[in-house]
């Protein structure tokens, strides 16, 4: 399975971008899907989740800022970044976990946000 993700760039402190994330599997099956980044000189964090009843979680660095979305029809998944902080500056990376019928993790490539102050 192969994660394709998009949408990273360099923008201002204040703007907005949106990752995209395209898996080769339906992730009409997925059972937990996530957003994660890792800052330079950092570990990796989670950053938003959604499992498959579409619950969502935020990390308190990003609640009210980021919103974690899916399009079963375009099979992508989402976070909408707005409100940015030259903090949130970071590679961010897809993972999607499927429970059935055996356990399968995958992860995307990362995709490399910048927000300049």
């Known amino acids: 399975v192969q994660l394709q993700a998009s949408g990273g760039g360099l923008v201002q402190a204040g703007g907005s971008l949106r990752l995209s994330c395209a898996p080769s599997r339906s992730i009409t099956r997925a059972n937990h899907m996530g957003w994660y980044r890792q800052a330079p000189g950092k570990q990796r964090e989670l950053v938003a989740e959604m499992t498959s009843d579409d619950s969502t979680n935020f990390s308190d660095s990003v609640k009210g800022r980021f919103t974690i979305s899916r399009d079963n029809a375009k099979n992508t998944v989402y976070l909408q970044m707005n409100s940015l902080k030259p903090e949130d500056t970071a590679v961010y990376y897809c993972?999607?976990?499927?429970?059935?019928?055996?356990?399968?993790?995958?992860w995307g490539q990362g995709t490399l946000v910048t927000v300049s102050s």
């Open positions: 993972n999607i976990n499927f429970y059935a019928p055996v356990r399968s993790s995958y």
